[in-house]
């Protein structure tokens, strides 16, 4: 199970230090969460700041960018540019954005394409566009804050993505977002997800490493 602590849930004064207190303490990723205040109901940060943690880290992290915004296909440059390594949009974007071109555009420029799914979506929306992403996000929380109720009945849909990856031979991750502490881990591991996103868990704990290893073991 791959680890991803959420930077949304960090002390922002001290990013960059708290972006390497998260990998020094055995963070497989850092999850990015980018909110433009349209998509989601908050705003976060943006490519500079992504740009920022990058410097703080150095080239080996793993920089896993989720974009809830509007027009993921017109900012994408500005996070490659900025060093992240997986560029995640939203599947409920379909009707304004060619998710088939963007996805093409982003692999082209050797950065991985992921796809996110909100819980009042149907997982088979993704159906279409499954042979074209490195990830499938299911989020277990209406996106926009850290620190909500994960939502059980999301693990349906992650039953749903194995299932059609294991059928079709795919060779994507299947990543949760969204209240998830050592119980929830331990769900979502049985129901087939390989990467977790941990926020308040994580970087509010008393000791990050032993909270790391308990949601990867679990």
Known sequence: MLVAPSMLACDFARIGDEARRALISGADWLHLDVMDGHFVDNISFGPDICAAIRRAVGSDAFLDAHLMVDAPDHYYPRFIKAGVDMITVHVEREKAVNLKSLSAAIRAEGVQFGLALNPATPWEIMQPY?????????????????GQKFMPQSLDKVRALKAWRETNGARFLIQMDGGIGLVQASLCGEAGADCLVA????????????????IREA
Do not use: E, K
């Not at 042979?131 to 804050?145: E, I, K, Q, T």
């Open 199 to 214: 926020g308040s868990s994580t970087f509010q704990a008393d000791d990050m490493p032993a909270v790391i290893q308990a």
């Open 130 to 146: 499954l042979p074209m992403v490195d990830m499938a996000l299911v989020m277990s929380v209406v996106p926009g804050f850290g």
